[in-house]
């Protein structure tokens, strides 16, 4: 038997009379089913005529518009495997992945490519970069390939567990990792939380303020929507809250995803306080961090709708605990999602009992294979049927679960994992800094913020530091990992091996 996602995700929608109904719309373009048809069988002939084979990888480096979907889909039709890439990393972390991962052809969007002119052609397995957008500069361009080619071309006869496309994944030690994800993964995901927890549907209209690149805005966008026949809006932009204010009206989207930072930013936002949310809306959901009760119960009274906060992985591909539209408690993650165990273990992999703290554990459809070329890291991680999450949970006396932290120092500021290590190795870049640690710091709303600890290198107080200091960490990792807050230390607390004792800094 055969299996390939991209004949259950879109073929059959086409089979099923919806070929002309509208899958994305970026704001600028719109694409029907059967145009996306269409365009994948483009792209697979464009492959192979670039001479990708089945199982190589293709990476994308590009903006949410509809060539994403084009570019994904049609490499998972070929066999090809597609490897989204956060778009908003630095140079030096595009060069690691490109060069871990081997891709022979990457896919960019024309704005991202200044980022990535000093990385192409250093890397000796790219061979094709293929520009998405008005002028390649120099490179193929995507519209003019697919232009050449045929609509007619044969689905690979992949298997359902297989590889079909790779998601990276920071961890807390060392570089991203490589989660190798099956054919059948996008479908076990919408059968489960897609049906059975958001319960989604043909006439939905789809909207998250999280990526396609991200494995959460790539099922809320993608695999839901499409596993339907429904239809998504694709925003290319930063989401701010006047820009997400400005989609709901305008589109209004009956499902809209975000993660608690914008759901609060929303909500606070000065300039948007008689904002309304759109009258189709009829639920949110949230995941990337653990949503505060507050920004909740707010966004429940002032605009009615309900947000189900939700925890998923990029391990895991997408949530498998959460909240459901008729069963929410704020603050807390609420029950498995039907089709996903859980068990919560202490250190010695027995069970906790309900009310303690365990590690959260889980048996999942839609779990990666393991980590490429990461032995040791995927044992650890894929143990047999379950999957361990690395995150603190407690089961309370209703069957609910309640987030308590990370198994490991990582923490997540707006939904994006920020390593405490990370930022200290930026920080001691500075030359006034000698010393370095971070810890999260809850900020007014209950969202976690990098807390910095630093010894200054002597006579380098000066004052305008702290804001050099933030600058600097935003120039060196990007722009979400800089310190809130900073104070200045005599000296850090450390084991007698001279590693930095975090929790002693943490409230
Ligand atoms: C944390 C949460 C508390 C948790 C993701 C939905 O976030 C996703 O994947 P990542 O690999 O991070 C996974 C880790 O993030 N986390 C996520 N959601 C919650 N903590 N409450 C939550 N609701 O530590 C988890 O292990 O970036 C989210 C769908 C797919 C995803 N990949």
């Not at 496309?165 to 076990?188: C, D, E, I, N």
């Not at 966004?299 to 990029?314: C, E």
């Not at 999957?387 to 990582?410: E, H, I, L, P, Q």
Request: glycine fraction near 10%; proline fraction near 5%; include cysteine.
């Amino acid at each position: 038997m055969t299996y390939n996602a991209v004949t259950w995700l879109l073929d059959r929608n086409v089979d099923e009379g919806r070929g002309g109904k509208v899958v994305f719309d970026d704001t600028v373009s719109k694409l029907t089913y059967g145009e996306l048809q269409q365009q994948t069988r483009r792209v697979g002939n464009m492959l192979r005529r670039l001479g990708v084979r089945r199982e190589e990888r293709v990476a994308l480096i590009m903006l949410d518009t509809v060539d994403f979907p084009v570019a994904f889909l049609g490499a998972i039709r070929a066999g090809v495997v597609p490897v989204p890439l956060n778009t908003l990393l630095t140079s030096e972390q595009f060069s690691y992945i490109l060069g871990d991962c081997r891709a022979r052809v990457l896919f960019v969007s024309e704005a991202l490519l200044p980022v990535l002119n000093d990385v192409i052609g250093r890397l000796p397995d790219l061979e094709h970069v293929v520009v998405a957008g008005q002028d390649a500069h120099g490179h193929r361009k995507l519209s003019d390939e697919l232009a050449r080619e045929s609509d007619a071309f044969t689905t690979a006869p992949t298997h359902a567990e297989e590889p079909a496309f790779w998601l990276y994944s920071s961890g807390s030690t060392g570089m991203p990792k490589g989660v190798r994800h099956l054919q059948a993964s996008l479908q076990a995901t919408a059968e489960t939380y897609g049906k059975q927890v958001l319960d989604v549907r043909e006439n939905d209209v789809c909207l998250s303020a999280a990526k396609l690149f991200f494995a959460y805005g790539l099922g809320n966008s993608l695999t839901f929507p499409m596993s339907v026949g429904a239809t998504t809006v694709l925003n290319s932009s930063r989401p701010t809250p006047e820009l997400m204010f400005a989609l709901l009206n305008k589109y209004n989207p009956t499902i809209f995803y975000g993660a608690p930072t914008l759901f609060a930013a929303m909500l606070n936002d000065e300039a948007m306080r008689g904002a309304r949310a759109g009258t189709g809306l009829r639920i949110c959901a949230s995941a990337g961090e653990a949503l505060p009760e507050s920004v909740g119960n707010n966004w429940k009274s002032r605009f009615g709708v309900d947000i189900l906060d939700g925890i998923g992985s990029t391990e895991l591909l997408h949530i498998f605990l959460s909240n459901a539209p008729d069963d929410i408690k704020y603050g807390t993650s609420g029950r498995p999602v039907p089709g996903y165990k859980v068990r919560l273990v202490n250190d010695a992999g027995g069970e906790v009992p309900d009310g303690e703290i365990g590690e959260l554990l889980v048996e999942a459809p839609s779990a990666g294979e393991g980590y490429w070329n990461q032995r040791s890291k995927s044992r650890n991680t894929f143990q047999g049927n379950w999957t361990r999450t690395g995150d603190k949970y407690v089961r309370n006396a209703d069957g609910r679960y309640t987030f308590c932290g990370r198994a490991d120092d990582m923490f997540k500021v707006s939904g994006i994992w920020v390593s405490p290590f990370e930022v200290e190795s930026a920080l001691i870049t500075h030359p006034a800094v000698l010393e370095a640690a971070v810890v999260p710091e809850a900020d007014p709303e209950g969202l976690l913020k990098p807390k910095a600890f630093v010894v200054l290198r002597t006579g380098c107080e000066t004052d305008n530091l702290y804001e050099a200091l933030k600058e600097h960490v935003k120039q060196k990792i990007g722009p979400w990992k800089y310190p809130r807050w900073i104070d200045v230390v005599d000296d850090l607390p450390k084991t007698a091996n001279g590693k930095i004792q975090r929790y002693k800094l943490r409230h």
